[in-house]
């Protein structure tokens, strides 16, 4: 009941709904500010990803992080992208929100991106959560794009990603070696526990 309150409150400050517009076609575009969540017990069977108050450690910045590709599916024109943003430091830190992204061409230069944010896309739901981030362990994220659609206003492929953590500003870097069809527009879920933001 707490959860569903103060994800309700984030989202009444984006405007009241799930999902929100931002444009990133200069740079990531740094996620709202992160607010805090109840409390719970449950941790996931990949990780030592924990569910929990932000209070109680820092928060998980670009400089604390390793932002890793860990794969691509598609289903009726519709791709899907998955990340993992790694604790590398020794002490544990809070992450919660949505990353933001900018899509890059093989040079490494940024293209078109304008994301929407969203709990509940085409290959699921993935909720709001604060989570506990233990030393060594990660969180994940996926992106939604367009898949295997040749389009008249000439979409392209991306070739990497930079990512802005939830909260922070500094972003990262990461190659899709089989790249991404990229239309300029895109779906980006929250950080879930482990790896389950991506299917």
Do not use: W
């Not at 709904?17 to 996620?31: H, Y």
């Not at 030393?135 to 939604?144: A, E, K, L, N």
């Amino acid at each position: 009941m707490m959860l569903a309150l103060s994800a309700a409150l984030l989202l009444a400050a984006c405007g009241g709904s799930t999902k929100t517009t931002t444009s990133a076609s200069a740079g990531p575009t740094a996620p709202a500010t992160t607010r805090s969540a109840p409390a719970a017990t449950t941790h996931t069977a990949a990780s030592s990803t924990t569910v929990a108050p932000q209070s109680s450690s820092s928060l998980c910045r670009a400089s604390d992080l390793q932002l890793s590709f860990i794969g691509g599916q598609g289903a009726t024109g519709h791709g899907l992208l998955g990340f993992t943003l790694t604790n590398a430091t020794s002490r544990p830190c809070h992450a919660y929100g949505f990353p933001g992204i900018q899509f890059l061409n093989r040079s490494g230069r940024p293209l078109p991106t304008v994301t929407t944010r969203s709990t509940h896309d085409f290959f699921g739901a993935a909720p709001l959560q604060a989570l506990m981030v233990a030393p060594r362990t990660s969180v994940s994220f996926r992106v939604g794009v367009t898949h295997g659609i040749v389009s008249s206003t000439g979409c392209t492929t991306a070739a990497g990603i930079s990512v802005v953590p939830p909260g922070d500003t500094s972003s990262l870097h990461a190659a899709m070696p089989q790249g991404a069809y990229e239309c300029g527009t895109a779906t980006v879920s929250p950080v879930r526990p482990g790896r389950s933001a991506y299917p």
